[in-house]
């Protein structure tokens, strides 16, 4: 059966309590405990696959410990034990299999398992976003500071969005300090698949961000669910809503009926979306073609961008493709004044087509010339071919 909680019960009571504008020493050490024991209920329930990477040891035996991968059939090889089927299991599982099966070799065996290797996930980004569908993300790999483990060929050839790895780039992505331990997210967040999904749109509703998770079956099973307040992230740095995220996990973006230009602005200025996206802007401007914009500008920014519009311009018509497959469209007169958002001067998406028409005037114009451009052109070979005789 599926169980549902209500945000933001799913992130625990203690991140509502963070949010609070006066914190005692006793609460922020309180709250830090919290956050040490999510992590380490996370890294339990943490249900095992092809490409983790685990630190097993055996107390008083190196000969028996190492670090370990998960082949792609699910088996951990290990020594004496051979192939173990580990997939599916959770990290606490694994501890009580690996005691009991090396019981058979040892006398009263103490058995410590610890990931250092998290696989790449997949993940669902649906709604408002850009981009919706499957993404295939990585977190940090080594958490494990006594060790640099590398990952093994076959997983390398099975990572095609890596986010979280390129941390010496210059456009690396957003990585959430976590507050308990000062140290990088272990596992992909709701801003790295947001981020994957290409941002957001003009009516993304950030603060209504839906997250579904498959909870483990030692943990009953079933389906879990929050919602996230995900403005707060990008205009208060809560990173209480950048929830971690596990294979299998979807995220269902908002939408808003209006125009969020302040959000688009807020999120141009993080690395949530790209600051700067194409439009093209043809018809009676002094530049015509594709144009880069910033984030959260208008369609007369656009056209000043472009040049201007020339002195005999025509009505303006645009063109928006919206996420949902439909074609916003709209004509009106050009007005140079007009404030940012309103209906004859739209907030700008990637990719949409702003045409200045020619008036009657400057159509006029054209037509006559299309009509005696080949009577002169026909006059002058006339008159230079006279002039030989």
Known sequence: MALCLQAPQATAQSLI????????????????????????????????????????????????????????????????LRALYAEGLTVEE??????????????????YVHPVIFRPIRVYVGGEVKRPGYYKLTGIQAIDETYNPVAPSWLESTTDTAVGLDLETENRPFTPINAASSSPSLFPTVFDAIRSAQGIT????????????????????????????????????????????????VIKVGKSPV????????????????????????????????????????LNQAISIAGGAEFLKGRVEFFSFESDGTIDRRVFAYKGSASAGAPNNPILA????????????????TVLNEITEPIISTYSLYTFFDSLK
């Not at 501890?95 to 065996?109: A, E, G, H, M």
């Open 202 to 249: 003009p009516y993304t509703d950030l603060s209504q961000v839906r997250l579904t998770r498959k909870r483990a079956e030692v943990l009953g099973g079933g389906r879990i669910q929050t919602k996230l307040n995900f403005l707060s992230l990008i205009t208060e740095g809560d990173d209480s809503q950048n929830i971690r995220l596990v294979d299998g996990d």
């Open 94 to 111: 694994l501890r009580v299999l690996l005691t009991k099966q090396f019981s058979t070799y040892v006398r009263d065996p103490q058995v």
């Open 17 to 80: 309590d963070a949010r609070t504008t006066e914190s005692t020493p006793e609460q922020v050490s309180s709250r830090s405990l919290g956050l040490q024991r999510r992590e380490r209920a996370t890294q339990d329930a943490y249900v095992l696959g092809p490409g983790d990477g685990l630190r097993v040891e055996l107390l008083d035996l190196p000969e028996l410990s190492g670090v370990f991968s998960i082949g792609p059939d699910g088996n951990l090889y290990l020594p004496r």
């Open 259 to 298: 125009v969020l230009r302040e959000q688009l602005l807020k999120a141009g200025q993080s690395n949530l979306s790209p600051q700067f996206m194409e439009v093209f802007v043809t018809g009676r401007v002094k530049v015509p073609g594709p144009i880069r914009v910033p984030q959260g500008a208008s």
């Open 350 to 365: 990637s990719g949409d087509v702003i045409r200045i028409r020619d008036s009657f005037l400057s159509g006029s114009v």
